[in-house]
Every structure is written in C-alpha cells, then in structure tokens.
C-alpha cells in the first residue's frame, strides 16, 4: 500500500513540475497489460493453463463426491451404530473435509506457479522490447498505465533523492 501512494506522489510530483524543466526529457506510456494480452504465445499459455486446471478439479470432484458418499452413509446409518464407530465416522468425514480443503489450496496454488512461470518469458520479452524502443527513441522515462509505475528510467535520468534529503536535512 504505501508502494502505490509513493508511485502516486511519484506521478503527481511529476505533472506538477513545470513543463520547462522537462524540455530536454523525453516522457512516453504505455498500457503493458494491453500489449501482453496480443503476444501471440498467450492463447497457448491459457489453453495450457486451462486443461491443467480441469485436470486439478476433476479430482476435487472426484474428492467432493467421495465425501458426499460418506456423509449420505453416514445420516444412514447413525442412528444403529454405536457410539465408538460413530465417533470415528465423524472423523473420517472431518479428515477427508480437511483433506479437500487443503487440495484445493494446493490446486490454486500451483495453477498460479504454473501460469507464473509459462508467462514470464513473454513478460521478459515485453520489457526488452520497451526497453529497446526507449533507448533507440531517447525516452527517459517511460509510464506503464496499467501498473501505474514507471516501467523505464533511462540511465541518463536525474535522481534527486540527495538533493531532497539535503533539504529536509536528513543523512
């Protein structure tokens, strides 16, 4: 959170200088979510992801319906069982319910390492391609809409942080 309030008070600082001091700086943006969506390896990528989370949730189903058979079974025959298998019916329900619960978070959880790690080479690819762009145009700062971020920052770019330190007088 204080992240996003400093890359806001980052932006806002910037559209409030004066627009001479920005006469020899060349700004530019982009919307890198808009470009990332047209990469072509992207459609591959959810296809992929897509049948890795059927395979995932055809064996919460198959868990699901384990544990409504038990619990159908259960109600059925409460009522003539003693109360040590009873206790230990209940159990069971209570193991194979944590069970499932515990499946699915692995399920979401490696479903998002999987998307994560097919996507992240054409994010790569994306950056080395504004980058490109940045420095063969000259940009010394280019804005990612989408992130609300700066996503380039030429070498050439002024870091003024000593000099706002200076006047607050902090070291």
């Known amino acids: 959170k204080?992240?996003?309030?400093?890359?806001?008070f980052v932006l806002l600082m910037l559209c409030a200088l004066p627009l001479g001091l920005?006469?020899?700086?060349?700004?530019?943006?982009?919307?890198?979510?808009?470009?990332?969506?047209?990469?072509?390896?992207?459609?591959?990528?959810?296809?992929?992801?897509?049948?890795?989370?059927?395979?995932?949730e055809s064996e919460i189903m198959k868990m699901r319906e384990e544990y409504?058979?038990?619990?159908?079974e259960?109600?059925?025959?409460?009522?003539?069982?003693?109360?040590?298998?009873?206790?230990?019916?209940?159990?069971?329900?209570?193991?194979l319910e944590q069970r499932i619960t515990t499946f699915q978070q692995t399920a979401y959880s490696?479903?998002?390492?999987?998307?994560?790690?097919?996507?992240?080479?054409?994010?790569?690819?994306?950056k080395k391609a504004i980058n490109d762009v940045a420095v063969e145009n000259n940009y010394t700062y280019i804005f990612d809409?989408?992130?609300?971020?700066i996503i380039y920052q030429?070498?050439?770019?002024n870091d003024i942080t000593a000099l706002v330190k200076k006047k607050l007088a902090l070291k």
């Open 145 to 149: 809409l989408s992130a609300q971020s």
């Open 154 to 157: 030429s070498p050439k770019s």
């Open 2 to 8: 204080l992240i996003t309030m400093l890359k806001k």
């Open 22 to 56: 920005f006469a020899q700086e060349k700004l530019g943006h982009i919307n890198s979510k808009e470009i990332i969506s047209l990469m072509p390896e992207i459609p591959d990528i959810e296809k992929k992801v897509d049948a890795l989370g059927k395979q995932w």
């Open 110 to 126: 490696d479903l998002q390492k999987k998307q994560q790690e097919m996507v992240n080479p054409v994010i790569e690819k994306v």
């Open 74 to 95: 259960f109600q059925q025959k409460q009522d003539s069982m003693p109360d040590g298998i009873k206790q230990i019916r209940m159990s069971e329900i209570q193991e």
């Open 68 to 72: 409504n058979g038990k619990i159908k």
